[in-house]
């Protein structure tokens, strides 16, 4: 099978390779899926640069945890049945050196999600990271009816979702975005914006103002340590933040007594470590969502397996707004 790999961390050019590369067969309750669009996250980027926050010992990795295909095959235990079954696919290179950066990937059953019909497939494979880390924050700052939720990077992979989670749960939501055609995205998927920077203070003063209250409840945050300064702003007292990054600063200093003066709670969270009870209540909210068309989805900028460094380096620069994809058809 084509397939793209490296085989030491490096920069994307430097080390990513595209060839032949023998499929495995599914063992007992794995299947094999032909990969029809393999979805690139931020944390695929940061393990082939050997800065991920998870070990990858193996001599030759095929990057992405995430995907969308057909079941090919499955493995003693699995019900036949499936082959032929449309799915979606997350986690997939978490704790094995082979992702869906090529045509084929063989993964545990679980891993291969029923994807309603008429889901495009690219669709499918901007789930995973994102869907599931939006989701888990959702559910960590409890949004629900009577709760007003800061949403920063409202069209971000994860942002763009955990904005209408939240609205599907009943809360109220404000969302960050850092130009016109971002906030006329998120508006086109029923989100309310208002400019990030020094300006979002503010204007979401005046956003609170106008539903009688004098502080957001809730965070959901891409970038704890930068946006601390206004997330402490802007909180109601007893408010919580689920943070899933911070990437300009990994190690800030915390204002502990105006932490403790408002009574925030924090939450950090990260996906490949999210429990499974929930992650499994997670996809079963995310597969009535699908099938009931209540989600908007992120543009999708698409790139040819042979241009994977390219969708690499959009991805590290932040190229795009929305979802970058590899076919590798």
């Given amino acids: 099978m084509r397939a793209a790999f490296y085989e030491t961390p490096g920069a994307a050019r430097d080390v990513l390779r595209v060839g032949d590369v023998p499929p495995d067969a599914p063992g007992p309750g794995m299947v094999q899926v032909r990969v029809a669009v393999s979805g690139v996250n931020p944390s695929d980027v940061k393990t082939r640069r050997g800065a991920g926050a998870r070990a990858n010992p193996w001599p030759r990795t095929i990057p992405h945890q995430d995907g969308a295909g057909v079941i090919e095959q499955v493995g003693a235990g699995v019900d036949a ?134 502080g957001f409840d809730a965070f959901i945050d891409l970038d704890f340590a930068g946006n601390l300064p206004c997330n402490l702003a802007l909180a109601e007292n007893g408010a919580q933040v689920a943070a899933y990054a911070s990437d300009t600063d990994l190690n800030p200093a915390l204002p502990v007594r105006e932490l403790m003066r408002r009574n925030l709670r924090l939450s950090f969270l990260l996906v490949y470590t999210m429990p499974p009870v929930l992650k499994q209540r997670a996809i079963a909210q995310l597969t009535q969502w699908l099938a009931d068309d209540s989600l908007h989805h992120a543009q999708v900028h698409a790139y040819a397996l042979e241009d994977i460094a390219d969708a690499h380096e959009a991805v590290e620069t932040r190229r795009h707004v929305g979802k970058v994809l590899v076919s590798p058809a």
């Fill in 81 to 214: 049945s499936r082959i032929g079954q449309r799915v979606w696919l997350y986690e997939c290179q978490l704790g094995r050196p082979n992702g869906t950066a090529a045509e084929m990937v063989t993964v545990p059953e679980r891993l291969a999600v029923p994807l309603p019909d008429g889901v495009p497939m690219e669709v499918g494979a901007s789930l995973g990271v994102p869907a599931l880390t939006a989701w888990y924050c959702n559910e960590q700052i409890d949004a629900q009816p009577g709760r007003c939720v800061l949403v920063h990077g409202a069209v971000g992979a994860v942002g763009f979702y955990a904005a209408q989670m939240a609205r599907l749960r009943g809360a109220e939501v404000l969302a960050s975005v850092s130009n016109a055609e971002q906030a006329r995205t998120a508006l086109a998927a029923g989100i309310e914006t208002a400019p990030r920077g020094a300006d979002l203070p503010g204007a979401a003063r005046q956003w609170l103002a106008r539903r009688q209250r004098e």
